[in-house]
């Protein structure tokens, strides 16, 4: 029994007569990656060696700057398509300060929906989560705080698409440049 746990542990499971290393393919590692440099860190999954362990030390000393720079970037990117569609609507409608308005609350309801509304539907699919399990997983995944009390394709008894992970990992990184400018606009708003 020890031995299977310390198996399942070191990311190998049994499905059937097979063993599958499915928790260090490229998806795995990809999502792994991800959740390193985001510092979300659930917990699931770690290096097992010294080496291991090295390597993901110095993967992080340079990718979480790294991972910052381009939140940073994405987030500057999503807020000037903003200002950009406000300035169109501005010169097309005449409109001075609705038009600013306007275009903040479709940027906070699109991304509501994006990434926080519409990501439960796919996890209850893919996961068997309920509805507000999935939502759940989707603001403490994207805030970072990462519990590691539910995380994506970990259950052995499901068969996930070889897409899942990855999709999940650019969800991850999208998800946080928008919740920090949601968050930073809250701070305005506080200050």
């Not at 992080?60 to 406000?86: D, H, K, S, T, Y």
């Not at 169109?88 to 609350?105: D, G, I, P």
Request: net charge neutral; with cysteine.
């Amino acid at each position: 029994l020890q031995g299977i746990i310390q198996a399942y542990k070191s990311g190998v499971t049994l499905q059937g007569n097979t063993t599958s290393l499915g928790r260090w393919d490229f998806s795995g590692s990809f999502f792994f990656s991800i959740s390193a440099i985001t510092t979300i860190g659930y917990g699931n999954l770690s290096p097992s060696t010294a080496a291991g362990r090295i390597f993901c030390i110095v993967f992080a000393l340079f990718g979480i700057p790294l991972n910052l720079v381009l939140l940073n970037e994405i987030g500057q990117l999503m807020l000037l398509g903003v200002q950009r569609c406000a300035h169109r609507l501005e010169e097309v409608f005449h409109w001075r300060n609705k038009a600013s308005f306007l275009m903040k609350t479709c940027a906070l309801v699109t991304g509501l929906l994006l990434f926080l509304l519409l990501p439960p539907l796919l996890f209850s699919d893919k996961e068997g989560w309920s509805y507000d399990e999935g939502f759940y997983y989707s603001f403490i995944t994207l805030s970072t705080i990462g519990f590691g009390d539910y995380v994506i394709g970990m259950n052995p008894d499901q068969a996930y698409p070889s897409w899942y992970k990855n999709v999940i990992s650019l969800w991850i990184l999208f998800g946080m440049a928008w919740l920090a400018l949601v968050i930073k606009f809250c701070i305005n708003i506080l200050e």
